[in-house]
């Protein structure tokens, strides 16, 4: 009997030796709601973007990841765990925005999502890293109503449809003295949220509106709702969508009966790819651009780019600074909040989700990241482009 009492005696206390340092050793922020990533050594810590990797719109999953994978190269360090982007293709759809959250919130080693692209498939994934405690810094997830659902984790460094939908209203009736316009859009929370806003304003200002058309994305002959629109005879065509549609527009327009029509589109038409698909009809086309101007930094970056990719920064999109500065601010916070405790290190989610939404002067290459406490963390508005002789220029 004392024997099987000193043995029972010795596996308690191995049991104890084994077990207790262990428990002792995670930190207290782990004890948290959400609790902690735990990140054993020789794992990576993973970054998540997600947006549309092939098909038409795959110029934007490409040229944003791309930037992304630069920016990890730059600080993608973690108190000496690598950073490792997670890209995911989800079409730039809601349904395929909730497949990838839910595939990578069962990954325990991914703590933070610099997505999504675009606001659809933004919107459909917030509820799931919500729950999760994931932080989003989107660098391209427009739609104003994105920061009004209360979420703790969406945040974005890209301005919002509202900021360029008020400045493109005004630039048109102001600078441009357009009294007449046209609106069309690709019935997208993008696209068609943009044309409203550009509608409702310029309404404001005076201006008339005298149509407001959808179109089908995908298709390659607009010229019935361009002939609708031309009927009302506008000064100018506001188009909200992105540049597979725009560029199908643009071509169309003359034949259709606008030869002498001024068009203008948002930030998702702006890039090197519209111009290519329209050639010499793009002269003189608008768009409203993130474009950052040609800093020390900017120069940096865009020749690091070249060297990686042979393309140049801006030609796929429009969103390739703001992607790089959502990633170097998303380790930025990465880095404040980690504990390394033996071999493994630690990431309180609910901590990181705190330390993202209170981030304040992060130096970005496209501009200054402070957020507000709903999300909105881009202190600087649109710039407007022209094409003139085949280039996108600044426009006056």
């Known amino acids: 009997m004392k024997r099987i009492a000193v043995f029972l005696i010795l596996v308690v206390a191995l049991l104890l030796a084994a077990c207790g340092p262990a428990a002792a050793t995670e930190p207290e922020a782990c004890k948290a709601e959400l609790g902690c990533a735990k990140i054993a050594k020789g794992q990576t810590v ?87 405690g994931v932080p989003m810094m989107s660098p391209s997830a427009t739609n104003p109503d994105l920061t009004t659902k209360g979420s703790k984790v969406f945040n974005r460094n890209a301005f919002t449809d509202t900021e360029q939908g008020i400045g493109a209203a005004k630039y048109l009736y102001e600078k441009l003295g357009i009294k007449k316009l046209a609106l069309m859009h690709d019935g997208t929370d993008y696209g068609q949220g943009l044309a409203n806003v550009v509608k409702e304003n310029f309404t404001k200002l005076g201006g008339e509106t005298v149509a407001f058309e959808a179109v089908t994305p995908g298709e390659s002959d607009y010229s019935a709702p361009l002939a609708a629109v031309a009927s009302k005879a506008p000064e100018a065509l506001y188009f909200g969508g992105y540049n597979a549609e725009a560029s199908v527009l643009v071509n169309q327009m003359a034949q259709a009966g606008l030869p002498n029509v001024v068009f203008f589109g948002g930030d998702g038409i702006y890039g090197k790819d519209f111009l290519s698909k329209v050639g010499d009809k793009g002269e003189g086309v608008y768009s409203a651009t993130l474009v950052p101007p040609g800093t020390d930094p900017i120069k940096k970056f865009n020749a690091a780019y070249l060297g990686a990719y042979g393309t140049e920064a801006g030609v796929l999109s429009a969103y390739t600074w703001n992607s790089y500065d959502a990633v170097g601010a998303l380790i930025k916070a990465i880095n404040s909040v980690a504990v390394v405790q033996g071999d493994t290190l630690y990431i309180p989610r609910g901590a990181l989700v705190a330390a993202v939404r209170g981030m304040k002067d992060y130096q970005g290459i496209a501009g200054v990241i402070t957020c507000k406490d709903n999300g909105e963390c881009n202190a600087s508005g649109p710039v407007f482009y022209i094409v003139k002789n085949g280039e996108w220029v600044p426009a006056e």
Do not use: C, R
């Not at 997670?86 to 703590?111: P, S």
């Open 46 to 132: 993973k970054v998540g973007y997600s947006g549309p990797m092939t098909g038409d719109y795959s110029q934007f999953g490409i040229d944003m990841s791309n930037a992304m994978k630069l920016a990890v190269a730059d600080f993608g360090d973690v108190q000496g765990w690598k950073v490792e982007m997670a890209i995911e293709d989800d079409g730039g759809g809601a349904e395929g925005g909730a497949a990838v959250a839910n595939k990578l919130v069962a990954d325990g080693t991914f703590v933070a999502m610099a997505g999504h692209a675009f606001s659809g498939a933004t919107a459909a994934a917030m509820p799931i890293y919500e729950k999760a």
